[in-house]
Nanobody, 123 residues
Framework: QVQLVESGGGLVQAGGSLRLSCAAS????????MGWFRQAPGKERDFVAA????????YYADSVKGRFTISRDNAKNMVYLQMNVLKPEDTAVYYC????????????????WGQGTQVTVSS
């Protein structure tokens, strides 16, 4: 079992940066790949980024490539999303999630989800 709690969201101006954190509980954290998803009002939950169990491989949605960086620290049971050059279109609730599988962009493959943290980017 894995329990996830996101933090670090807030209000920033376009072009600014924000770092999201996801704290995980459970003795098997390193057995899971981790992903970040986001959901804007009235829209579907979309894939943002993912990282493999060892942290050696990462995957990104085209919309955030070059701007966002996902990382993890298995010793601390933490996963992070560094967001740079933020745009108004990045405004959404951001969720971290854990998966035992490798279909990174498909939310249906993720077993555990956090409650989400709001990110708002003003123009």
């Amino acid at each position: 079992q894995v329990q996830l709690v996101e933090s670090g969201g807030g209000l920033v101006q376009a072009g600014g940066s924000l770092r999201l954190s996801c704290a995980a509980s459970g003795r098997t954290f390193s057995s899971y790949g981790m992903g970040w998803f986001r959901q804007a009002p009235g829209k579907e939950r979309d894939f943002v980024a993912a990282i493999t169990r060892s942290g050696t491989s990462t995957y990104y949605a085209d919309s955030v490539k070059g701007r966002f960086t996902i990382s993890r620290d298995n010793a601390k049971n933490m996963v992070y999303l560094q967001m740079n050059v933020l745009k108004p279109e990045d405004t959404a609730v951001y969720y971290c999630a854990a998966t035992r599988f490798s279909s990174w962009s498909n939310p249906k493959t993720y077993d555990y989800w956090g409650q989400g943290t709001q990110v708002t980017v003003s123009s």
